[in-house]
């Protein structure tokens, strides 16, 4: 108790000057630093150089290192007891760590109760001085290091530096370190040691970070801004559900959404946590999902590389512990979803990032340079994605608004805006915590609380979005305006549900008529609190899609352009790029286009361009649907590996082939059939036919080779029941037949693979 007492009396800066609770530092671009100094910034052992630096390669003072293994060991608070007392010659009464300095040389480690047979923690040069301003060697480091673990010169062979290295290699405390003896230590280096020394096994035996308190493993850390037993905030919250006040009150944000051992003291306070076990932070580009197929159950990241992630993988976020299964609608292009590994590589679980961003800007005005400079805390390398997407600052429009995470080095970028009228306010006009637009209420963070505290209730107003949906500004509609476009999801009478393209959803009543659910929508204030709905008509733009050149027509795609597909009254589809097989998609399929400030298309809307929208797998009908007056419709329904019973029937106006393979894409109130493929056939492919290149799967056929579908059905002939995957059904035969929807000039995709 004593040490834990000691480490909550040593919160002073300790390299310089501290820095904000749970901050990182744009300066510092290695992952694992960043951990590691983030773990050292929650005991309070480390700090910045300012408050948003760090000088990872910055030297380190033989006396900077002995008040952080001051601290490190408890002893802090008998530091003013040595202030007086003069060993050295050259650490006189003015220097500021003589009081640790004399402590550090006073402490014999491995001590008797005798006081007799023990190490001097630190030991001053062979002239008699101690030189506390020189710059602490490796070597240095890692003896004392070694002697606050137990070791003595004896176990070191009474050889130094030589026989002090030796054993540091030895029990792995300098473990992916490759520096001379005498070479100076940076701050980073230093990061490095003291993070690796906790988890060292100490000369007595386990871990020293059992010597700060009771160890509990496996816990994620979900929260770091969680509301404490007593209604304070601050605290870190875990996977347990369990909320932990911090000995420093710290919570460092690089350590949120990660997997370790967390240890806390006798009081119930968390000392420290430290991550262990493989675990990788990605930035989302696509998410699926469905049933118990793995296959079918996966995240690729924005550079296009795969992870499979069971659908009952545990997933945690920072309010619930549920599955992928459950979160994967979720997620969203740009996301950061951490990975947890098992030391067989096995995916153990997955952290969902959902803390809301706490800092903004508007951009207000665009041109020369970042307009979110001042934002990124002095940061030089990060990434910018627009709505999800990457992109570059010149893809940065007026208005757009800019959260930058520094764990990650991103900088997202929102287009997302709202028009409407400013129908209601919380608590009051004059201090706008959430204000109510299109009958949607929405959070005002702080620093645009002036600026829409000067609207007034009924006008017409537009407020610029966070990507998570949070009012960073505001103005007059007449200043700044914004077409609300979004998909008709559900129409029951006048009431109505429509989901904006920016991922804002809205829902109330309507006065407006001969709408379709799935049909794309403006939308705006209409009389009395309600919606006015209008079809979209007209694509907007003029020309073809040229994927490579990511233009139509003559209009350039931005970096930020998303791009959705649907089919007739389907639902909407949200896909890459990279989804098209074809070099061009002609203008008669697409459906709409919207060019943002810049004059740039940022939103594009293709119809049945690559064919994803449906569902494939064996058709079958179903039963008959009574229309009246004895009139009956027809339903389709679809079976294959991730639906092996049957997908829910849809009204289609024609009987299918009995046991055909074919693909059926359903409208976006889910009763009709939307569209119905029937497919092609080519038989006798064998095994070797196929190959992966470039992250995808091609087969050739007798007269072109053809891509193969991420989302491929593999049926067994023999057997009468549907394979895991393409793997298992190539294993099974080398008589295959596969099934596509199109030609290849026309876009099209192996969808069904059958083994005879």
Known sequence: ????????????????????????????????????????????????????????????????????????????????????????????????????I????????????????????????????????????????????????????LDAGMSWPKGYLELAAKIELTAGMNLSADQALTRAQAAHLFAKMLTTPQKSGGAYYNTLGTATADV???????????????AMKTSGGKTYKTVSGIVPAGLVGRRGTLITNEAGLAVVFIPVGEQKTIVVGKANADGENVQASWVVDR???????????????ANETSTYGEIWMDLRSGDRLTIFYSAAGRVEGVYKSTAAAETAMVARTVGAGNPFASLLGGAVSYTVYRDGSPASVGDICAYDVGVYDAASRVLSVSSAKLTGRYEN??????????????????????????????????????????????????????????ENIGVLEELSGVAVKVTLINGVKLEGNTAST???????????????????????????????????????GTTALSGGCRLFEKVGASAMREIDLTDLTVASVPGSQITYGHKDSAGRIDLLILNNATGDV????????GEPVSAGEDLYNHTILVTNGDNPGGTAPVISNMAIPRDGMGGVAVTADGQDAAGVVTLTQEKGIRRSAFTTRDGQTYVRLSSQEMRVSEQVQCYNAVTKTWFASLADARAFSDDLTVWYDRPVQEGGKVRVVVAN
């Open 1 to 100: 108790m004593k040490k834990l007492i000691s480490v909550i009396l040593a919160l002073a800066a300790l390299l310089a000057l501290a820095v904000p609770a749970g901050a990182s530092f744009p300066d510092i671009a290695d992952a694992q630093t960043q951990e590691e100094v983030a773990v050292l910034q929650m005991m309070g052992v480390i700090n910045g150089t300012s408050a948003n630096t760090f000088s990872p390669n910055g030297a380190l003072t033989r006396a900077q290192f002995c008040k952080m293994a001051v601290v490190l060991l408890g002893r802090a608070e008998e530091e003013p007891l040595y202030r007086v007392r003069t060993i050295f010659p050259d650490v006189r009464a003015g220097h500021w760590a003589r009081g640790y």
């Open 102 to 153: 004399n402590l550090a040389v006073s402490i014999d480690i491995g001590a008797g109760e005798d006081g007799k047979g023990g190490t001097k923690l630190i030991r001053g040069m062979g002239n008699g001085t101690f030189q506390p301003d020189r710059n602490i060697t490796y070597a240095e480091a890692v003896t004392i290091l070694l002697r606050m673990l137990g070791y003595s010169d």
């Open 220 to 234: 994620v850390l979900t929260d770091g801004n969680a509301a404490a037993d007593d209604g304070t905030l601050g």
């Open 303 to 317: 550079e296009g590389q795969r992870y499979q992630i069971p659908p009952a993988t545990p997933a945690y976020t």
């Open 425 to 482: 306010v919380w608590p009051n006009p004059q201090s706008p915590a959430k204000v109510t637009v299109l009958g949607v209420e929405l959070p005002v963070m702080d620093m645009a609380i002036e600026e829409v505290a000067k609207l007034k209730l009924g006008d017409n107003v537009t407020l610029f979005l966070t990507h998570d949906g949070q009012v960073a500004g505001a103005a007059a509609s007449s200043v700044v305006r914004t």
């Open 514 to 552: 001969g709408l379709h659910a799935g049909e794309l929508v403006r939308v705006s204030s209409g009389t009395g609190q309600k919606l006015t709905l209008s079809r979209v008509s007209g694509s907007g733009v003029s020309g073809a899609l040229d994927v490579a050149g990511r233009r139509v």
């Open 614 to 621: 449906y569902t494939y797998g064996m058709l079958k009908n």
